[in-house]
């Protein structure tokens, strides 16, 4: 019974990444995982609760990768406490395990389905927008220490999304960079060493507007 719960996930993974919520049927992934149907609805009850389902998987196997034991994630009052240099360094440090799994494409299931989002209906859309909103938290928290800019202003979720823009890199991006530099789907140790140290080197420049007092006018 476990297994096919696990098939299902793994496999709804794989086909709502691909056609989206909106697109894809429960007898298109029964078919998939070839497994009756109506498994799903005894597991799961419906598609929604599937697609909940699912994103929760990708969320954790993503949490995972980035922080281990969730005793390991700071909270958002050991952060307020932090000093300048210790809010940089976690901040490395999070742009680190964030990059490891861009470039190894570990987190693509649940790339491609926030990618899609805009496209589905606004029920569904609210449902992936709150699982990813917590993930936000962390990061906004970090750059208010390190910004000074207030918590849910419009510059402070710029400045945000700017950053973290850089480390999602877009499939095409990909596929642009691996066929300019000749190589395949893996991306060599020094290619990796060179985009977490452009990245990092763009942050800092922006950071340093922040610190030095250069606000956007």
């Known amino acids: ?16 990444a ?23 609805a005894y597991y799961f009850g419906g598609k929604r609760e599937l697609f909940l389902q699912t994103i929760r998987v990708l969320v954790e196997q993503h949490r995972r990768r980035v922080w281990g034991n969730r005793a390991d994630i700071p909270t958002v009052q050991q952060i307020t406490g932090y000093s300048y240099e210790q809010a940089l ?4 440090r999070l742009f680190d395990k964030l990059l490891d799994n861009s470039l190894s494409r570990s987190d693509l299931p649940l790339e491609r389905i926030a ?3 805009e496209l589905e209906t606004a029920g569904v859309r609210k449902m992936v927008l709150e699982y990813m909103l917590p993930f936000h938290e962390l990061p906004y928290k970090l750059l208010v220490k390190l910004t000074g800019l207030a918590e849910n202003s419009p510059e402070l979720l710029c400045v945000a999304h700017g950053i973290f823009g850089q480390i999602w890199i877009s499939e095409s991006h990909r596929l642009l ?16 060493e060179t985009i977490k140290r452009t990245i990092w080197a763009h942050t800092l420049g922006i950071l340093s507007l922040y610190k030095k007092g250069i606000k956007h006018k």
């Open 1 to 16: 019974m476990k297994d096919t719960r696990a098939k299902l996930l793994k496999t709804s993974a794989r086909i709502f």
């Open 18 to 40: 691909r056609k989206g919520y909106s697109g894809t049927s429960v007898r298109d992934i029964a078919r998939a995982a070839h497994i009756n149907v109506s498994a799903i």
């Open 89 to 92: 360094d976690l901040l490395h």
């Open 115 to 117: 990618t899609q989002v």
């Open 177 to 192: 960079i691996q066929h300019k530099l000749g190589i395949g789907k893996n991306y060599p140790p020094a290619l990796r």
